[in-house]
């Protein structure tokens, strides 16, 4: 199970920190992702990291404006979004993954349930 908190209501240019805590006791073993969702599209891949936190990758819509990093001790994950844009107005869901990582949303074996993000300009 993973429970979200954070996300709401900011203005252009603004941050906004994302957690996502799991309660699995093999947490570490998990790789972690972070994927959004407007009306109407296809939820999308934002960034991920790896069980051993030593790799990280990003959609190039966020590269150098979010960073996702773990706490494997406290079971959670978190996503730190600077210099926010309208466009990053979404649900925000997190994953888990088993070892590795991916970009593809169906590999994932947990989800989050969600957590709005507006930006408003």
């Known amino acids: 199970q993973l429970v979200q908190s954070g996300g709401g209501l900011v203005q252009t240019g603004e941050s906004l920190r994302l957690s996502c805590e799991g309660s699995e006791r093999t947490f570490s073993s998990y790789s972690m992702g972070w994927f959004r969702q407007t009306p109407g599209k296809e939820r999308e891949f934002v960034a991920l990291?790896?069980?051993?936190?030593?790799?990280?990758n990003y959609a190039d819509s966020v590269k150098d404006r979010f960073t996702i990093s773990r706490d494997n001790d406290k079971n959670t994950v978190y996503l730190q979004m600077n210099s926010l844009k309208p466009e990053d107005t979404a649900v925000y869901y997190c994953a888990a993954k088993y070892f590795s990582g991916s970009l593809d949303q169906s590999e994932y074996d947990y989800w989050g349930q969600g957590t709005q993000v507006t930006v408003s300009s």
């Open positions: 990291i790896g069980w051993r936190s030593t790799n990280t």
